[in-house]
Nanobody, 124 residues
């Protein structure tokens, strides 16, 4: 299985931006659908965004559409999540996840490979 490591989290004021990166080792991320999930305190982990192996197809949860953008950098074996216009309700631990196989998935059970997570805190 590919190993994943997230970076780029931090503390930002509402309306600010952060860029999260998910770097892979032990495998090629471009052969994996790659998704971002998040877990806020006291809540279940939820889907945020996903990108197809080619990068041509992306899906987002409604609450981040128009503010977040997922992309690939195959040369760096990474997938990034650009987060703009951040809101306090975006505060969570953000995880990247990867899966082989066909089609697209937005449920965490479909993703066997996970990173350790990176904390994003948005202050009001």
């Amino acid at each position: 299985q590919v190993q994943l490591a997230e970076s780029g989290g931090g503390v930002v004021q509402a309306g600010g931006s952060l860029r999260l990166s998910c770097e892979a080792s032990g495998g090629t991320l471009s052969t994996h659908e790659t998704g971002w999930f998040r877990q806020a305190p006291g809540k279940e982990r939820e889907f945020v965004a996903t990108i197809s192996r080619s990068g041509a197809t992306t899906y987002y949860v409604d609450s981040v559409k128009g503010r977040f953008s997922i992309s690939r950098d195959n040369a760096k074996n990474t997938v990034c999540l650009q987060m703009n216009s951040l809101k306090p309700e975006d505060t969570a631990v953000y995880y990247c996840a990867a899966r082989l196989g066909y089609g697209m998935a937005m449920n965490e059970a479909a993703f066997p490979s996970w990173g350790q997570g990176t904390q994003v805190t948005v202050s009001s």
